[in-house]
Structures are given as structure tokens and as C-alpha cells.
């Protein structure tokens, strides 16, 4: 039998962040084009009851029921953030109780949001190193300032102690970055020509409910670390810290020919006679959030300069395992000499034994490491100001003859390459990709995007954006040999790998590795399906993971979080992998032409549960979306301020409409 929960006889549950969360009203929101109540509207929302457990009772398993793909039957809902799944939480008695989930946005870019100081501050706005807007005088008569449609990592966290003018419950703050802009008003591309801002959002959280309603949005002044590149996905640190990234680290030996360096560099100077240093970017930036909702800055220059996209820490407070969104990526480890101290450690590049496979049904391979060197932030920082790329190593992009070079690859591209005498701790942590390439690192894999672990099983999790190019074998962009990282055939649809983690593992050199968290074996979790166009225009099977991005587990829900950056799913989503029944469920739906980011799976904050997700560049077509961009793009525009919008949020469950099933 179904019924509503007692709450005469049961005690409150604080499982899934969820009253109030579906907003009134929205059909009649032109905001939403009738999109109903499962959209990114920020509006009033509804009084709902506290769910509540079975006296006596303790959680035991989280299920998550999938919805189905959106259609052209429901246009609206292919426009918008779309929800129509559906949460069973049970109990050591044997009843049960399941939820309807929605969506909860804070914001969408580009909205005038409070900044605490009693005016208000543009959401996503972009600002210079002097903390002055960015105008796009791209249309004359329609200056304004820059904003992102394009939200990416977000931690949520809590400080003991803190409390901010207008919190009336409990101060709950998240950090949000925001990766890049689309395109400037005159439809140019603006990608990566921006400095990245980062914000701070005092959130009000009501003990009762667990809702959270935004109070404060605070800018983080970033010139203290030369402003910041190309933000993409993120992680909150066992210490409490926002862990950022930038991704695509600039080529530094064409930086001063690089069109969209020049342009990043000329908005974040404001001017185009200094140019900035491209040995400044492609670190891994921590922020950590004041008490008062503001918030500092500083950048780890001695964790690679990569492709940084998604790092985690392991629970030692020490081992960093490292995403690295580039083709010829490697997986890379950082291990630091103290604990919740980043400043200082040993880099690592993963050796792929004999067995690499993407068939979850293979055994996998072994994974051994290549001491890459030692360094401090302070000195590789040191050497990012008193170096020049060519002071470091000759790098020729035609074959030299000359032994004493050694070819490589470098994002598909074949470079050869000598380090100069001297110089190897500075190509180790400066020219990163190269030196761990010269090195013997397996630098084959292609986009290696979000990390996360399952600390109970002690397996980590990396996604492969998509398996091809130097994955492949005797593909000309860059497979190699040596790497072990051969498969038959392309897999554009990618999927996601598992590493088995150990103590007492020694480097390739002999020395010990001190940590007990490091990789030790690899094989494939999970892949997606390439097929031929459906009748909407989807490349990869819709029914299964294309192209994942970011990775969040949650150890309460057992569950791996999955968020798509896909070319092949005309509508991407975020899904939901419970390890032990292997059960993949579809969670959400982004409007079309957006990837699913921001995640985050926060198992508690004050007693709540929540599931961070925000989506980027909404409407941003491609030929897979010839079948439905006319119907959707009007929608699209409507939904998210012409295309320049974007929502920062958090999945909820719907206390509404919760059902019991009695024991």
C-alpha cells in the first residue's frame, strides 16, 4: 500500500535536499515556454511537508528510477532541464519511500543577483585584472558586460561558525567556475578569449526543508594568480576547498602567435602590448571561502601543467589523482609531502601494462608509475617567470634528423624534442605533456575528463570523453607503441574506467610511493554505443552514456554520478550508476545542445543530502541537431536569454509527492 508518511509516528528525514523545490506557476512563465514544473525557472515555491523515516528505522539502499529521453512530442521539455525521474529510499524494516526529483536553479547567468552589500552583481559577469567588467562592444548600441553561458565545476560546503547578513537558518556556501563565454553578441567565437571568474554564493539553507535560496553572490578577485584560464570541472577537497582547474594549458612556444591567447590576454591586461606569460596557466587553482562568504585564491604550480580538468583527493589528504582532457593525455598522480598542503610534492605519469581494454568483460591492465620530480609551487613558479619555453627545450614540428631529439606527440601532433641540460625539473612541471611523454608515460589515452573514488571499494573512476585518435592502433594522431593503450577500433561514444588502489607500490625507479592510494590495475566500468542517426539525430545509443565528462560518486547512495559532454546525444544527460546492482538510470535531461557540469554529489550538509548540477552553452547546434534545431532553437532562446544563459543548481526531491510503502 502507498500512502503519505506519518509524520505523527516517524521522525524527519534528512535524505535528499527536497522541500520546497517545484516551483508554481511555471506554465504561465514565458521564461520557460511552458516547459511545466521540472525546468530552470527561479520562482516562488510550494510549502511541502518534511519526509519523514520509519521510527526505529535506518536507511539501508537508494534506487534510482530513470525517465526517458525527451522527444519531439514534448519540444519544450527537449528545451530546458528536463526531470522526470525518480528516487527509492529503504529501510532496515523493509518499507520504503520514493520521491519525485526536480530541478532547482539559484540562477542563470546573466541575472542581477544580490552581492551582499545591499545592490547587485551580473551572475557570470566577467571581470578584468583590475576587477573592472569586460565589455563586448561587439554590437554597436548593445554594450554590456561579458557573462558566461557556461558554468562548470561547483563544490558546496559549509564553515564552521560563519554567518552572513540575510541567512535566516543555516549559511551554506558554494564556489561555482565558469569555463568560458560561446560567443560575444556579434556571434563570434569568445571561446577561451576571457579570463575565467570564479564565484562565491551565500546560501541560505532552511534547517526544515533543506532548501537553499541564494543571498550573496561574491566575485573572486583572481589577479593575485595572473587571473585564470579555461575553468573547467572541480572538486571539493577533504579539507574543506574548492579545487579548480584550467584546462588546455597554452602552448607556450606558439602562445605569442596564439590568436585566442592574445585575445584572453588583451581582455585580462586590457591592453594588447603586454602579452601575459603562458607559463602562468594551466595549474591547478584552490580556493578557499572565508566565514564572510568572501573568498581567496592560489594556484599549485607543482601538480603538472596539463590539461587539468577534474582532480580528487584521496582520503589520505594527500594523493591527487588528476584528469587530463587532451588527446595523448596521460592519468597522472600527485603526491604531497604534507597533508591538506598542496604546495608541495612528487608528480606521477601512469605506465599502462599489457591488457589495455575498453571491453568491461577483459581483465584490464596493470598500472606502474614514472617519477616525474619533485618540486615546490614556489620554485616551479620561480621558473615559470625566469623561463622562456626556448631556454627549456628545442621543440621541432618537422623531423630534424638528428638523434639527438626524440619524437613524441603532443595533442595528435607529432613534435621532436630535447630538453636542455639542466632544465628537467622545469620541463617536468612546465612542458608537462612533453616531458612525461620523453619520459615513458603512457601518453595515449584521449580527453581524460572528470576523477572521483569509491573510498569503501577503494577503486577511483576516470572518464574517457571519447576513445579515439591516439587510442587506436596505427592512427595517425599520435598512437604509439609504447604507450600500451591500443584498442582495434574508435569508440567515439567513450565510457568510463575503474582503477583497482594499493599501498606499498614503488615508482619505476625503485623508489617507494608514499601513499596508499595509488592506481594499480585499470579496466573499463562502463562505455557507451555508436550507432547510426536515429530519427533525432543521435550518433550514440540514447538509452546508454555518450561521451562522459564529469564523475562524482556518492558513498551514501553507492552511486557514480555521470554527466555528459556529448557530440552524439542530441540532448544530454546525467545518469546515475549504482556499483552493486550495475543499474544506469537517466536523471536528467539538458536542454539540447548543452553538456551536463557543475557536478557535484554532496552526501551531507546539516543533515541534507544534494546533487549539484549546472548545464553550459544551451542551443550551441551542430549537425547533430539538423533534425530538430528549427523546432528547438525558438524555444532554446526564450528559455536562456537568447542562448547567453545558463543555470547553476541542484537536484532535489519533491516532498509533495512522496510515497510510503509500508513494511
Not at 571568474?197 to 541560505?204: A, C, K, M, N, S
Not at 591567447?261 to 572565508?290: D, I, R
Not at 585564491?297 to 580538468?309: L, N, Q, T, W, Y
Not at 555518450?546 to 552524439?568: C, H, M, V, Y
Request: net charge negative; hydrophobic share 40%.
Amino acid at each position: 500500500m502507498l500512502d503519505k508518511p506519518d509524520a505523527s509516528r516517524r521522525k524527519a528525514l534528512k535524505f535528499l535536499a527536497g522541500a520546497p523545490m517545484l516551483p508554481l506557476g511555471l506554465g504561465a512563465t514565458a521564461f520557460l515556454v511552458g516547459c511545466g514544473g521540472d525546468g530552470d525557472a527561479v520562482a516562488a515555491t510550494a510549502p511541502a511537508p518534511t519526509p519523514v523515516t520509519p521510527a526505529g528505522a535506518t536507511f539501508t539502499t537508494a534506487e534510482f528510477t530513470g525517465m526517458a529521453a525527451p522527444t519531439l512530442a514534448n519540444p519544450a521539455a527537449m528545451a530546458t532541464t528536463t526531470v522526470g525521474s525518480s528516487l527509492k529510499v529503504s529501510f532496515s524494516d523493509g518499507s520504503s519511500q520514493t520521491y519525485k526529483l526536480a530541478y532547482q536553479p539559484f540562477f542563470i547567468t546573466g541575472d542581477m543577483v544580490p552581492d551582499g552589500k545591499g545592490g547587485s552583481i551580473l551572475a557570470g559577469g566577467y571581470f578584468d585584472i583590475n576587477n573592472q567588467p569586460i565589455i563586448d562592444k561587439s554590437v554597436a548600441g548593445k554594450e554590456r558586460q561579458f557573462y558566461s553561458d557556461s558554468p562548470d565545476g561547483t563544490s558546496l560546503l559549509k564553515i564552521d561558525g560563519a554567518k552572513v547578513a540575510g541567512v535566516k537558518g543555516n549559511t551554506v556556501f558554494a564556489v561555482v567556475q565558469f569555463e568560458y563565454t560561446t560567443r560575444d553578441q556579434a556571434g563570434a567565437s569568445a571561446y577561451g578569449r576571457l579570463p575565467s571568474p570564479i564565484g562565491v554564493l551565500t546560501l541560505d539553507q532552511d534547517p526544515a526543508t533543506g532548501k537553499l535560496t541564494l543571498v550573496k553572490y561574491h566575485n573572486v578577485d583572481t589577479s593575485s594568480v595572473n587571473g585564470l584560464w579555461i575553468t573547467c570541472g572541480a572538486s571539493l577537497s577533504p579539507w574543506n576547498t574548492h579545487l579548480s582547474s584550467e584546462e588546455y594549458e597554452p602552448d607556450a612556444f606558439t602562445a605569442s602567435t596564439n590568436a585566442q591567447f592574445l585575445a584572453f590576454s588583451k581582455n585580462l591586461l586590457g591592453t594588447a602590448s603586454v602579452v601575459a606569460n603562458p607559463y602562468f596557466y594551466g595549474h591547478m587553482p584552490e580556493v578557499t571561502v572565508n566565514a564572510d562568504g568572501t573568498a581567496s585564491i592560489k594556484k599549485h604550480f607543482c601538480m603538472g601543467r596539463i590539461s587539468h580538468e577534474l582532480v580528487h583527493v584521496m582520503p589520505d589528504n594527500r594523493t591527487v589523482l588528476m584528469g587530463d582532457d587532451a588527446t595523448n593525455s596521460g592519468l597522472f598522480m600527485f603526491v604531497a609531502d604534507k597533508e591538506k598542503d598542496l604546495s608541495a610534492g612528487t608528480l606521477y605519469v601512469a605506465k599502462v601494462g599489457a591488457g589495455f581494454s575498453i571491453d568491461p568483460a577483459a581483465p584490464g591492465a596493470d598500472l606502474t608509475w614514472v617519477n616525474l620530480g619533485h618540486a615546490t609551487s614556489a620554485e616551479v613558479e620561480a621558473m615559470a617567470k625566469s623561463n622562456l619555453p626556448t631556454d627549456i627545450m628545442d621543440v621541432r614540428t618537422t623531423d630534424p634528423s638528428d638523434p639527438t631529439f626524440t619524437k613524441i606527440f603532443v595533442g595528435g601532433t607529432a613534435n621532436w624534442i630535447k630538453v636542455y641540460p639542466g632544465k628537467e625539473k622545469a620541463a617536468a612541471f612546465l612542458e608537462t605533456h612533453r616531458y612525461a611523454y620523453l619520459k615513458g608515460g603512457s601518453m595515449g589515452f584521449t580527453k581524460m575528463e572528470g576523477t572521483t573514488v569509491n573510498i569503501k571499494d577503494k577503486v577511483a573512476y576516470s572518464a574517457l570523453q571519447n576513445m579515439i585518435d591516439s587510442m587506436v592502433l596505427n592512427n595517425a594522431k599520435g598512437w604509439n607503441a609504447q604507450s600500451n593503450i591500443t584498442i582495434p577500433t574508435a569508440l567515439n561514444a567513450g565510457g568510463v574506467m575503474q582503477h583497482n588502489l594499493a599501498g606499498g607500490q614503488k615508482d619505476l625507479g625503485g623508489a617507494a610511493i608514499n601513499s596508499e592510494w595509488v592506481p594499480v590495475h585499470t579496466k573499463a566500468l562502463i562505455v557507451g554505443k555508436d550507432i547510426s542517426a536515429d530519427a533525432l539525430g543521435n550518433t550514440a545509443d540514447p538509452d546508454q552514456i555518450a561521451n562522459p565528462d564529469n564523475l562524482k560518486f556518492s558513498e551514501k547512495l553507492r552511486t557514480l554520478f555521470i554527466g555528459e559532454d556529448s557530440g552524439q546525444h542530441v540532448n544530454n544527460f546525467l545518469w546515475a550508476y549504482n556499483v552493486d546492482t550495475k543499474k544506469l538510470s537517466r536523471v536528467l535531461s539538458t536542454p539540447a545542445g548543452a553538456e551536463s557540469t557543475g557536478l557535484h554529489a554532496v552526501d551531507e550538509i546539516n543533515g541534507w543530502t544534494y546533487i549539484m548540477n549546472n548545464f553550459q552553452h544551451a542551443g550551441d547546434w551542430s549537425g547533430l541537431h539538423a533534425k530538430v534545431q528549427a523546432t528547438l532553437d525558438p524555444l532554446v532562446r526564450a528559455n536562456y536569454k537568447d542562448r547567453f544563459g545558463a543555470a547553476v543548481g541542484y537536484l532535489t526531491a519533491d516532498t509533495t509527492s512522496v510515497k510510503t510503502t509500508k513494511a
